[in-house]
């Protein structure tokens, strides 16, 4: 299983998104300074994931949400309402039209989940 996730930096107030195949390891990676974006800037919690069977899927789907960061689809998916079937969901461009995720999970709770 293959995952995107957002981890969100309390004090920066910054967001990180990624993708692995280990969400536990990264999450620790990121902690530890072990990441030249992360590092340094205190405890990132993860606040949002989606999991993918392949790694594909999950890098296509990254790198959608890296398209629209900051914005309102941004905004909505960290919040939780983007639904999957909405005619206005941002496609990925050369007309791929994104799969479902096998698992997606919002956590709205401080620390990791």
């Not at 909405?86 to 919002?106: E, L, N, Q, T, W």
């Amino acid at each position: 299983m293959y995952a995107i996730y957002i981890l969100k930096n309390n004090k920066s107030k910054r967001f990180y998104t990624g993708c692995t195949n280990n969400l536990t390891r990264r999450i620790d990676e990121h902690n530890r300074g072990q990441t030249k974006f992360t590092r340094q800037k205190g405890v990132w919690n993860l606040i949002y994931k989606e999991e993918y069977k392949t790694s594909k899927e999950a890098k296509l789907r990254e790198r959608q949400i890296k398209s629209y960061k900051g914005g309102n689809a941004f905004k909505k998916l960290i919040a939780g309402v983007v639904q999957w079937q909405d005619a206005s969901f941002p496609r990925m461009r050369r007309g791929f039209d994104f799969p479902s995720p096998a698992h997606r999970s919002v956590h709205k709770t401080v620390g990791i989940v």
